[in-house]
């Protein structure tokens, strides 16, 4: 945490807004993955009492964006290459596809606008080096995708990776080419707007993958791992 504070609370009866904020302060990076957090510290700088934050750091470490060890600490979790390859990917292939097949004929016009603006957006926190924005809005485009299904488990599985698809993210953008993410989006938007299945299969495996992207050398990849 060192090179980080918390503001003081506005209103210290607010649970979800102290929560709120450790979480923000994670997901952008402010506290990078395996930082310890001090309930006692995070209670002084917020001038809140510590129950509060207690609740706070349990909230979130149902989340996995914190891990708590018995009679040791706190951390900020940690996420692998080899967890976001084998286990996060396959999900998010699953989720996107079955939504694509289900529910092709309710993307119309307003729909592929839709996604259109959040990628216009994109290029513009691209061209402006926002990289937190961009990490943001390649979030919405996805959520915007999911948004379609009616199914509960479908909303409520990719609801449970997105804290750990962002703590990717934040932890790898800096190997990411941020140009290629927008072309990357719009590649895929197109394929959906085609309406050809077998088309978004296989930009959806190439755009999940990072093929064209996720750029790293071996060392680079070793310390990501």
Same mark, same amino acid.
């Given at each position: 945490?060192?090179?980080?504070?918390?503001?003081?609370?506005?209103?210290?009866?607010?649970?979800?807004? @102290?929560?709120?904020?450790?979480?923000?302060? @994670?997901?952008?990076?402010?506290?990078?993955?395996?930082?310890?957090?001090?309930?006692?510290?995070?209670?002084?700088?917020?001038?809140?009492?510590?129950?509060?934050?207690?609740?706070?750091?349990?909230?979130?470490?149902?989340?996995?964006?914190?891990?708590?060890?018995?009679?040791?600490?706190?951390?900020?979790?940690? @996420?692998?290459?080899?967890?976001?390859?084998?286990?996060?990917?396959?999900?998010?292939?699953?989720?996107?596809?079955?939504?694509?097949?289900?529910?092709?004929?309710?993307?119309?016009?307003?729909?592929?606008?839709?996604?259109?603006?959040?990628?216009?957006?994109?290029?513009?926190?691209?061209?402006?080096?926002?990289?937190?924005?961009?990490?943001?809005?390649?979030?919405?485009?996805?959520?915007?995708?999911?948004?379609?299904?009616?199914?509960?488990?479908?909303?409520?599985?990719?609801?449970?990776?997105?804290?750990?698809?962002?703590?990717?993210?934040?932890?790898?953008?800096?190997?990411?080419?941020?140009?290629?993410?927008?072309?990357?989006?719009?590649?895929?938007?197109?394929?959906?707007?085609?309406?050809?299945?077998?088309?978004?299969?296989?930009?959806?495996?190439?755009?999940?993958?990072?093929?064209?992207?996720?750029?790293?050398?071996?060392?680079?990849?070793?310390?990501?791992?």
């Amino acid at each position: 945490m060192d090179g980080f504070t918390f503001k003081k609370q506005k209103n210290i009866s607010l649970r979800e807004q @102290i929560t709120n904020d450790i979480r923000t302060a @994670i997901l952008k990076g402010e506290i990078p993955a395996g930082s310890r957090l001090k309930e006692s510290d995070i209670s002084q700088q917020m001038g809140v009492s510590r129950a509060p934050v207690r609740e706070a750091i349990r909230q979130l470490e149902r989340e996995g964006i914190l891990i708590s060890y018995p009679y040791r600490e706190t951390v900020v979790a940690d @996420i692998s290459l080899d967890e976001v390859k084998d286990i996060l990917i396959p999900i998010r292939m699953h989720l996107e596809e079955f939504v694509a097949r289900k529910y092709l004929k309710q993307i119309d016009d307003a729909f592929i606008e839709k996604l259109q603006q959040i990628i216009n957006q994109m290029e513009r926190s691209y061209q402006d080096a926002n990289l937190d924005e961009l990490v943001e809005l390649d979030m919405l485009f996805h959520d915007t995708w999911i948004s379609l299904a009616q199914e509960r488990t479908v909303l409520m599985t990719w609801r449970s990776i997105q804290n750990q698809t962002k703590l990717h993210f934040i932890k790898n953008i800096r190997h990411y080419a941020s140009d290629t993410i927008v072309q990357d989006h719009q590649a895929l938007l197109d394929s959906l707007a085609s309406g050809n299945l077998d088309r978004i299969s296989e930009e959806l495996r190439l755009h999940l993958s990072g093929a064209k992207a996720f750029q790293f050398t071996s060392d680079e990849r070793t310390e990501m791992e």
